[in-house]
């Protein structure tokens, strides 16, 4: 069994930082954490950030670019997501992804197993 479990998410206020942890746990072989997505209530879950697993390589949604910043901790099999200048439009529920390449994507139909997610919330 695999398990994702997103956690750091929280209230802010505009302008306030926020660090996402994913941690991977149970049979994770051949299985990486790679993206984060995100999800208000009503809408499509909608792409964030990823990272190649092996090669570090990293991609982010148009509306980050400058703000968050995706890493991963291979040791510990743990995803992050650090976000700087929080804005209410980041408003949403968060997930952890993983896939069975390690590549990542933007796509969420490539990822195989997803966290619960975690909240975060941006008041102006």
């Known amino acids: 069994q695999v398990q994702l479990v997103e956690s750091g998410g929280g209230l802010v206020q505009a302008g306030g930082s926020l660090r996402l942890s994913c941690a991977a746990s149970g049979r994770t072989f051949s299985l990486y954490p790679t993206g984060w997505f995100l999800q208000a209530p009503g809408k499509e879950r909608e792409f964030v950030a990823a990272?190649?697993?092996?090669?570090?390589?990293?991609y982010y949604a148009d509306s980050v670019k400058g703000r968050f910043t995706i890493s991963r901790d291979n040791a510990k099999n743990t995803l992050y997501l650090q976000m700087y200048s929080l804005k209410p439009e980041d408003t949403a529920v968060y997930y952890c992804?993983?896939?069975?390449?390690?590549?990542?994507?933007?796509?969420?139909?490539?990822?195989?197993?997803w966290g619960q997610g975690t909240q975060v919330t941006v008041s102006s």
């Open positions: 990272v190649s697993w092996s090669g570090g390589s990293t």
């Open positions: 992804a993983a896939d069975r390449m390690g590549f990542g994507s933007r796509l969420t139909s490539d990822y195989d197993y």
